[in-house]
Structure formats: C-alpha cells, structure tokens
C-alpha cells in the first residue's frame, strides 16, 4: 500500500539565535511519487529530509505517513520505526560483507526468515541488475555499481519511504546521466514514495515528479519539472532552473489572456496574468528567442519582435550561442537599465543570417514571455 508524506510547518532551528535551518515548510508528496527538494548549498534540503527520516527531532511542526488504513504521526518516532529506506552520497557498504550480505542486513534486524531472506536479496537485487554480483565484495564494484547495491539494501525492506540524499554526487558525470533513468525506473517499478534531495537542477529536471525549491530554510516553489521551467513564480526560480535574460518592464495593461509590458526595447506580450501598473522583470529563456522571423509574420501569431544587433556567436554545430545587443525601442517611455540590454540566446539548427556584426530580429511566443515580479 503506497504512502503519502504530508509535511506541515515543519520548523528546524539547530542553535538558538540562529536563523532556523528549515523554516515552516509545508509540503505533500502523494503515492508512489517521485520528489525532489531541490535548492544551493545550505538551503536545508538535508535537514528536512533527515527530519522524514527521524535523524533530526524537528523544533515544530508535523510529518505524517499516510495511507488508505490511516494515518502515523511519524515526527517523534525513532528512525527505525518509520519503516523508511535511506541511500546516502557515501554508498556506507560494509567492506567485509559481500553484495547479498550488506543487502540482507535490514532482513536479520528484522528476524526475517532464511528462504524468504535469500529471495527478497535476490529479487532486490535483480531490480537493480546487480544479481550477477552477489557474492562480490563492495571493493571489488566500480561507483555506479557500489551505489546500485546501497540502493537495493534500502528497497529489500520494503519501505514505506525511500529517502535519497545526493546518491549521485559521488559519481563521474557519464554514470551520473544513465543513473537518473535507472533509479526513475526503479522507484517508478516499485511504487514507492520517494523524497531525493539534490543541488543538481537537470538532475532534478530529469527524474521527478515534483520539485520542491528551496531557499534560506523556506519552500519558494513545488510543482511539475516542466510548470516549474515554464512558468517560474519568481526571478529566484528562474535564475535557479537553467538560463534566461531578464528585462524589466512596466505592465501596461492586462486581460484574461495574460498582459503587455513596456519595456525599453519594445512592448511584450505575456501570458502571464500580472495585475496592470506593476514594475516587473520579464524572464526570457536563450532557447525561446527565435532569431531572424520577420517582424509581419511574428505579429500575427501574436508574438513580440525586439530589434537587435549580434555582438557575440559560438558555433557549436547542432546549436549557436549568440549575444544579441538590443536597440531601444523608438517610442520607449523607459530606459535600459545596466546589464540587461545583451541576451543570450541558444539557436538550434542555426542558419546562416547572424554573423557577428548582422542587424537581426528576435520573436518570442507570449507563453515564453514569463513575468516574475520587480
Ligand atoms: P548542502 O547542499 O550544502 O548539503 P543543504 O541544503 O542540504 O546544503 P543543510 O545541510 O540542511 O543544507 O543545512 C541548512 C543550514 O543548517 C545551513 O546553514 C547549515 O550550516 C545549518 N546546519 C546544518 N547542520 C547543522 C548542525 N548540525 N548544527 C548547526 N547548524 C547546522
């Protein structure tokens, strides 16, 4: 029976005087999902998610398990009541035990019985393709394969939660990639709800379900990868998934379509709804830009033109890196400000207009045009 993770206000504050490590984060995580917390270094990722584990006693707040038979208050109980799996950065195998003999331990604590032991070993490591390996040592396994095993010692107990704290980071960035599909693969197979923190945004992107951004200790945004990508809420999460350009911009006037906002080089229409009068920055992502679509055709999609000239290309076959500077906008009430008037801009399948030097101009679609508050 797979289990929800309903986090409410959960409050952690290490030392006194300190600001608090976690501060009131709410959070639910239903069946069988897949959640990243997902934030820089020192955002409180980690604490949170040892506190679903019962390592750190939260200062406030719940954590509760729940399933259709009921609901556990899990947040004061001991970890080993709470029925979650955990894999570490540090594979943390026993160097003396073989392959099944680390895999098997969580089974003995648990006085499981010898036949049904050696056959939830073998199935657990099947699901992690390790099967072969059983009677090896954990010195004698390459990273990928060592993690695979610590993997498959979290998932023989059957857990209600599976808990995974940067399971990757210890690997080379080629294992990395094939990894993140082999443990989608294996919690999505498994149906068990998991909570995986990481500092890695495609990582993240990649492999979950929902994300949860963190920042300072707060929950700044929760959503589907590709919501979270589109329509980020704020320039912090728009920074923090990926590149993008900002442009800030007065919103002049707004309808149940989205709104259009003046800026410096040009009006843009979003299809974020934004209440009219408000400053605002526009976020506007290098791969949304299109470069070279005449200005007729762009308006009567209803996308935006900037004019501008190209100051920087980097062929990199499948795709260009470009700088475009842009030209103010002849009837702008408002003036550039510092930085912002060179984007960046990612052209697939580059053509061959937009040579250092060429007079160019950029369309953008207006669900590209994401507006994410001063
Ligand atoms: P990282 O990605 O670097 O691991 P994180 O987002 O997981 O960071 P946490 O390890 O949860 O962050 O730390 C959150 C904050 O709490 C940090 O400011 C950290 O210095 C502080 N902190 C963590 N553990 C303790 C501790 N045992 N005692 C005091 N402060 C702590």
Not at 57 to 81: Q, S, W
Not at 139 to 156: D, F, I, M, T
Not at 176 to 182: C, D
Not at 201 to 210: F, I, P, R
Request: with cysteine; aromatic share 4%.
């Amino acid at each position: 029976m797979s289990t929800a993770v309903v986090i409410e206000n959960i409050v952690k504050t290490y030392q006194a005087g300190l600001p608090p490590a976690v501060d009131g984060v709410s959070l639910r995580i239903e069946p069988g999902e897949l959640s990243f917390l997902l934030g820089p270094s020192g955002c409180g990722k980690t604490t949170l998610l040892r506190m679903v584990a019962g390592f750190f006693e939260p200062t406030g707040g719940r954590i509760l398990f729940r399933t259709p038979a009921g609901e556990r208050d899990v947040t004061h109980l001991p970890p080993n009541k709470r029925n979650t799996g955990m894999v570490f950065q540090s594979y943390a195998l026993w160097p003396h035990m073989t392959v099944a003999q680390n895999v098997a331990f969580g089974l003995e604590i648990r006085k499981v019985s010898a036949a049904e032991k050696d056959r939830r070993v073998m199935d657990a490591l099947e699901v992690v393709q390790m099967a072969q390996y059983a009677e090896r040592k954990p010195n004698a396994l390459s990273g990928g394969q060592q993690q695979r095993v610590a993997l498959a010692r979290a998932l023989v107990i059957r857990p209600d939660v599976l808990l995974l704290d940067e399971p990757l980071s210890n690997l080379d960035a080629k294992l990395r990639i094939e990894l993140r599909s082999e443990i989608r693969r294996i919690c999505k197979s498994s149906g068990i709800t998991t909570i995986y923190v990481t500092h890695d945004q495609k990582e993240a992107l990649s492999m979950a379900d929902q994300v949860a951004i963190m920042k300072a200790g707060k929950l700044i945004q929760c959503g589907h990868p590709e919501e979270l990508y589109r329509r980020p809420g704020s320039r912090f999460v728009a920074e923090f998934l990926g590149e993008t350009n900002f442009i800030s911009g007065k919103v002049v006037s707004s309808d149940a379509r989205g709104c259009l906002v003046h800026t410096a080089f040009g009006e843009l229409r979003s299809a974020t709804k934004w209440a009219g009068g408000a400053d605002v920055s526009v976020s506007l992502r290098p791969e949304a830009l299109r470069l070279g679509t005449s200005v007729a055709a762009s308006s009567a999609l209803g996308h935006s033109v900037l004019q501008g000239r190209v100051t920087d290309r980097v062929y990199l076959g499948e795709l260009a890196q470009m700088s475009v500077e842009l030209k103010p906008a002849a009837n702008a009430t408002m003036s550039a400000q510092a930085g912002q008037s060179v984007l960046k801009l990612a052209v697939l399948n580059p053509p061959a207009v937009g040579g250092t030097g060429d007079a160019v101009e950029l369309a953008v679609a207006p669900e590209d045009v994401v507006v994410v508050g001063a």
